[in-house]
Structures are given as C-alpha cells and as structure tokens.
C-alpha cells in the first residue's frame, strides 16, 4: 500500500513539474490538512515499524527533491535550502504555510499540495535523519563579526550552536544565498515570508550585520 503511494507521488510530481499553476487543491481539504498531519506525526513518533515504513517513502519522495535540494538533502546549489538535519515540526510547519499560502512560492506550493500526509510525514523523516555537509567559512574575520551578532541575538531560540529544537529551524550550515535571501525577506516584510517572531529580530539588522551573520551561521557545523 505505502509502496504504491510512493510510486503515484513520484508520477504525480513529474506531472507537477508541467502542470504546476493548475494543481490547486479546494480550500475544504486544506483546511483540513493540519490536523491530519500532526495527528499522523504523532502516530509515527509513538510507532517505530509506521516510523520506518514513512522514512521508506519519505527516502523515495526525496529522489524527486534532489534535484534541488541535493542528495541526501544536502543541496549543491546556494540559493536552495538544505533540507538535511532539519527539525521535523519546523518543516511540517513550512509544508503546511507553502499549501495554504502564506509563504510563497509558486514551485514549491504545488509540489507540496501534490503530496499526501504520508508522504510529507516520511520527507521530514528521512531529511531530519541525514547529515548536512559542513561548508567553512570562506571569510573568517567577517563570520568572527557574525558570531559576536549570533551571540546577542539568534542564539535564544536557534540555541548556541544554530541546531534550534523540536520547533525552531535548524539554520547551522545553511546555505549562503538562501540565509540572505530569507534575512532580508523577513526585515523587508515582503509578504512572500512573513512571521511575526522572525520579523522584529531582523528589523535592526543592517545589511552589513546579514553579510555578516550569513558568513558565520552558514559555516557553522
Ligand atoms: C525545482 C527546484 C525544487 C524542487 C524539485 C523541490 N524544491 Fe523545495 N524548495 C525550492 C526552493 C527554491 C526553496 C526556497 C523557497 C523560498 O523560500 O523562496 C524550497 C524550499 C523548500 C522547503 C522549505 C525549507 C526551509 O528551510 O524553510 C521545504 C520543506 C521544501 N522545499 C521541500 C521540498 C520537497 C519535500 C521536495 C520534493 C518533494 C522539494 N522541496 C522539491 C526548490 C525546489
Ligand atoms: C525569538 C525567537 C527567535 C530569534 C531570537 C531568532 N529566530 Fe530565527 N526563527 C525563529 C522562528 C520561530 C522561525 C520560523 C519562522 C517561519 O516559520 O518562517 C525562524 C526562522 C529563521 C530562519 C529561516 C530558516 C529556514 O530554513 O528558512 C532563519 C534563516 C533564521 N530564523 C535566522 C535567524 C537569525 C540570523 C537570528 C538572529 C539575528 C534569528 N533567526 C533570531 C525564531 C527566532
């Protein structure tokens, strides 16, 4: 059954990747995809054989992303986030705010809605388990800037060594381009990523603190 599941998903992206402004799913079953997916996740989290059977179609869900986001969930590309070692409720929290529009992109919001609660349950999963690959720092004075930022500020909640928690993003690692892009998003108040708790810890930053922040939380292990 969940072999199958997987199979239709792997057809359906493909599909997704040339039908993808008419994939809309109606806004009954959105509304309804939150509960599903926390009641889901905490059936995996109490079952360690439904745990391993999602992690299966989660690995093969993750054939279809690595084109992006890299094998393993390490993307080689720096304006495209790592998914590896990212906390599990964190990235449901992402799926459900790209399926119902208040983060977007166009993309990803139709590859999301293509997926069922499953297959996104087995996806955290699998990347929550992979190692991301470390990358150090090309500009070791400016991330030395970073760091001194990082210890003000970012640390309360992305803990001392940027990891988060259960519910805080991991952004230890991240990619460069992706960590800028996302700072900058969040102080602009750009409407394509907005939230309420990111946007006033950015509001000080000047460009020169995100150069700075960037260099440092990216090369962090
Ligand atoms: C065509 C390239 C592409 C493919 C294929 C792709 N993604 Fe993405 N994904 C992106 C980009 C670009 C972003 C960053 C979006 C942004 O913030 O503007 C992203 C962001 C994400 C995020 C949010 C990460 C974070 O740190 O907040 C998640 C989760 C995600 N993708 C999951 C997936 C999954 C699961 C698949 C496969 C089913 C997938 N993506 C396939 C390009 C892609
Ligand atoms: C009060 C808690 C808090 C503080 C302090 C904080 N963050 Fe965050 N951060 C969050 C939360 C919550 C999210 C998830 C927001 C969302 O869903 O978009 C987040 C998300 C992020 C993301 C997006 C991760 C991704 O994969 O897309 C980045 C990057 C980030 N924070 C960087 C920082 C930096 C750099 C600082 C310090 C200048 C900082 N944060 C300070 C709570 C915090």
């Known amino acids: 059954m969940i072999k199958r599941t997987a199979l239709a998903l792997t057809t359906t992206l493909m599909a997704a990747l040339v039908t993808l402004p008419t994939m809309a799913q109606p806004a009954k079953a959105r509304a309804t995809a939150k509960v599903d997916l926390d009641a889901r996740f905490s059936e995996a989290q109490s079952s360690p054989k439904l745990a391993e059977d999602l992690y299966k179609v989660g690995r093969k869900v993750a054939a279809v992303c690595a084109n992006c986001h890299g094998e393993g969930g390490t993307s080689t590309k720096p304006s495209i986030p790592n998914l590896a070692g990212q906390n599990p409720a964190y990235l449901l929290e992402q799926m459900r705010q790209f399926a119902d529009g208040r983060r977007r992109n166009e993309f990803m919001e139709g590859m999301i809605r293509a997926m069922d609660s499953d297959e996104k349950i087995g996806m955290v999963l ?96």
């Open 126 to 221: 699998f990347y929550a388990a992979q190692q991301v690959a470390h990358q150090p720092t090309a500009n070791p004075a400016l991330a030395a800037k970073g760091q001194e930022y990082f210890e003000k500020t970012c640390f309360r909640c992305h803990g001392t060594s940027g990891r988060g928690n259960a519910q805080i993003a991991r952004i230890a690692g991240q990619q460069p381009d992706y960590l800028r892009l996302t700072l900058h998003r969040y102080r602009d108040g750009t409407g394509v990523r907005a939230n309420s708790i990111m946007t006033p810890n950015t509001k000080l930053m000047s460009d020169a603190d995100i150069e700075a922040v960037v260099a440092y939380v990216s090369s962090m292990p």
